[in-house]
């Protein structure tokens, strides 16, 4: 008895897992993306810049307010404690640097 009329034929056609399959994808996004203007920003310096400082202070708002209402009034304490403690060392410092150069 023969079962080859049973059994599935190959596909001519490899299946790729799925690290290959997002490796193409990735490929594709990268060949589509070089044709289009973002190269125009890391080509420009100063607007790549632009970008970046907008990008940090849209990140820096949205994280200020959020560490703010996570944290706990002991850790808020402290933090401003250190900053403070931080401010001050930088003014002593700089007064320090004064009273050398003028005794120096």
Do not use: Y
């Not at 044709?35 to 810049?49: D, F, K, R, V, Y």
Request: glycine letters at 8%.
């Amino acid at each position: 008895m023969c079962h080859a009329g049973i059994m599935p034929k190959r596909s001519s056609k490899g299946r790729q897992d799925v690290v290959q399959n997002a490796r193409r994808v990735f490929d594709q996004v990268i060949e589509e993306s070089e044709s289009s203007e973002s190269l125009t920003i890391i080509g420009n310096p100063a607007l790549l810049s632009e970008v970046m400082r907008a990008m940090g202070r849209k990140g820096g708002k949205i994280g200020g307010k959020r560490r703010l209402v996570t944290m706990t009034q002991e850790q808020r304490r402290q933090v401003a404690s250190g900053a403070a403690k931080a401010r001050w060392a930088k003014e002593r410092a700089k007064v320090a640097r004064k009273t050398r150069k003028k005794t120096a």
